[in-house]
């Protein structure tokens, strides 16, 4: 069993930064594609960033250009870094990690909560 643990979420005002982190319980990295989701109250869990195994990468449309997905796989971690926040983005945000062979083996963290003052 895998362990995910996010860390990073707080409260932060309008056009403000956070970091969020994820780090695994054990070396698993090199074979996961890892996402960040999030999910706002009343609404759907949605992806908003992925990165796979080889370093491509995806986001979702309303983080573009705000949002950097990054991963370390020698410290098991995967970042999401997040600026020019909005009131929008509040939500609880969970890191996933996906393997790249059998997409059933799937892991998710507890999740995080940010939340953006207007």
């Known amino acids: 069993q895998v362990q995910l643990v996010e860390s990073g979420g707080g409260l932060v005002q309008a056009g403000g930064s956070l970091r969020l982190s994820c780090a695994a319980s054990r070396t698993i990295f090199n074979m996961f594609n890892l996402g960040w989701y999030r999910q706002a109250p009343g609404k759907q869990r949605e992806l908003v960033a992925r990165?796979?195994?080889?370093?491509?990468?995806n986001y979702a449309a309303s983080v573009k250009g705000r949002f950097t997905i990054s991963r370390d796989n020698a410290k098991n971690t995967v970042y999401l870094q997040m600026n020019s926040l909005k009131p929008e983005d509040t939500a609880v945000y969970y890191c996933?990690?996906?393997?790249?062979?059998?997409?059933?083996?799937?892991?998710w963290g507890d999740g995080t909560l940010v939340t953006v003052s207007s």
């Open positions: 996933n990690a996906e393997h790249t062979i059998v997409s059933s083996i799937d892991y």
């Open positions: 990165i796979t195994r080889d370093g491509s990468i």
